[in-house]
């Protein structure tokens, strides 16, 4: 049986019961949260008090979110790095996203150059473009993988904010493309 209420003060990992690491496989993740899920569903709490009733919606949203956060693999390593004391989402200086160097920014600014001129040139020429980035997507989240797994929190940090640059780039071709 799950307790609700420590289903709600858990992180995502505790919350499914699954180890708190990168390589978890899908199956075991859909199995945890399908074990798990039916103890804290609102549905089993309706003749309950509302206090009851609070408590098992807060239980299955918690849960619900672990399960969203869990079963995908680029949420998954930004919340280990998370976790690991760095958020991504943050600006701090301690604890907030690595700050990328003058390179990468300078190689983003080239990108977007590419991109205008991929843009003038036709579907061909953004397809090309866009099968580049996609490779380095999944390079720079094998990238963070490796690094989680070295228990290097900070590289695959900037690894996962490398991806997230990556990612916007990939989103501004699909609006060309459309």
């Known amino acids: 049986m799950v307790d609700a209420e420590s289903v709600v003060d858990a992180d995502c990992f505790e919350r499914l019961g699954l180890p708190r690491r990168y390589d978890v496989s899908r199956d075991a993740i859909e199995r945890a949260y399908l074990e798990r899920a039916p103890a804290v569903h609102p549905d089993r709490f309706a003749s309950a008090g509302s206090r009851a009733q609070r408590a098992a919606m807060e239980a299955s949203a918690a849960l619900n979110e672990a399960h969203r956060v869990i079963r995908d693999p680029v949420r998954r390593a930004e919340y280990l790095c998370k976790l690991a004391g760095i958020d991504i989402d943050s600006n701090d200086p301690r604890r907030g996203a690595p700050a990328m160097g003058q390179v990468f920014l300078v190689e983003m600014i080239e990108r977007r150059e590419a991109l205008e001129d991929a ?10 473009l ?6 380095e997507l999944e390079d720079a989240l094998d990238a963070a993988v ?11 940090s900037r690894s996962l904010v ?7 780039l990939l ?6 493309e459309r």
Not at 171 to 176: A, F, P, R
């Open 119 to 128: 843009r003038g040139r036709g579907p061909a020429a953004l397809d090309v």
């Open 130 to 135: 866009r099968r580049g980035v996609e490779d």
């Open 146 to 156: 490796l690094a989680l797994d070295a228990d290097d929190p900070q590289d695959a």
């Open 162 to 168: 490398k991806r997230r640059y990556l990612q916007r």
């Open 171 to 176: 989103d501004e071709i699909d609006v060309t």
